[in-house]
């Protein structure tokens, strides 16, 4: 059982959110049990969203039950866009106790509702590009900033093809081309590896890339062991960067032959923390 409560104007950007990370395919599902009367206008509003980040003007969708005129799919498939919405049919069906769904497949974005949890309705979902790493959860808005609405879930689940600090290794994207600024090169494919570790003289990773005309993005997340200060090294040919926590270690994105580089950090033992090597 959850006990979320958010203030704000409405969902979208004004609104309390409890949230995982997680990359991939991902579906998000609750019972919100209850809300509270907490406006006039009954749009007060509990759910589960899935958005690209905690950016407040990022691309999200989010299905929700509102006190007085029922399920309600909301979502922004531009950031910084308008947030577009969509009634349950009829209108205004749907009030708490009530499950609500959303799954992310690639770029569909598709929301559901049920009376038991076993049942699914579907509403007409969306076609939202989002980055593989997004964040999935909770959503409470009372429509009335200052004032405070506490909604009730139970039955929660979120779920990722790949969970923060998962156990399964790093996403990796592959480009076509070598410009430090990646919106340049042309994405061509990605997959899950292990670990790092690869030497692939003057060929390539994958047959749609060029022999050594090529750049890498991995990702995932890293658990330390014990709270103390770590080091992190590269060992690349030619430009590198590596970001642990949000923090850049590494940063020599120039032509060289192989080198070892290093930058060291604090981390907490036992708390997962995002990593980010380009090559």
């Known amino acids: 059982t959850f006990y979320v409560t958010g203030s704000g104007t409405d969902i979208g950007d004004a609104f309390h959110f409890a949230f995982k990370r997680g990359a991939g395919n991902a579906t998000v599902s ?4 209850s809300l509270e009367n ?3 206008t009954g749009w007060e509003k509990a759910g589960v969203m899935i958005r690209e980040s905690e950016k407040s003007n990022s691309k999200f969708a989010a299905v929700v039950v509102t006190r007085m005129h029922g399920v309600v799919f909301l979502w922004r498939s531009v950031n910084g866009g308008h947030v577009s919405y969509r009634l349950s049919r009829p209108p205004g069906y749907g009030s708490a106790p009530i499950y609500v769904k959303l799954t992310r497949r690639g770029k569909s974005l598709d929301p559901f509702y049920s009376s038991d949890g076993t049942t699914w309705f579907s509403m007409t979902g969306a076609i939202i590009p989002m980055t593989t790493d997004i964040v999935s959860g909770l959503c409470v808005t009372s429509v009335t900033d200052g004032t405070l609405n506490t909604a009730k879930f139970t039955n929660v689940a979120n779920t990722f093809d790949r969970t923060e600090g998962g156990p399964n290794g790093l996403l990796a994207y592959y480009y076509k081309g070598i410009d430090a600024d990646f919106s340049r090169n042309y994405f061509r494919t990605e997959r899950l590896v292990p670990n790092v570790d690869f030497d692939w003289g003057t060929g390539q990773p994958d047959p749609l890339l060029g022999p050594d005309s090529f750049s890498v993005i991995w990702k995932g997340y890293v658990t ?16 590198v960067r590596l970001w642990v926590n949000g923090q850049l270690l ?8 192989s080198l070892d580089h290093s930058g060291a950090i604090d981390l907490t033992g036992g ?5 980010e090597m380009r090559m």
């Open 30 to 33: 609750a019972r919100v049990e």
């Open 38 to 40: 907490t406006s006039v």
């Open 224 to 239: 330390p062991a014990i709270t103390r200060r770590y080091t992190f090294h590269t060992l690349t040919d030619d430009g």
């Open 250 to 257: 590494v940063d020599y994105w120039i032509y060289q032959r």
């Open 271 to 275: 708390v997962p923390v995002p990593i």
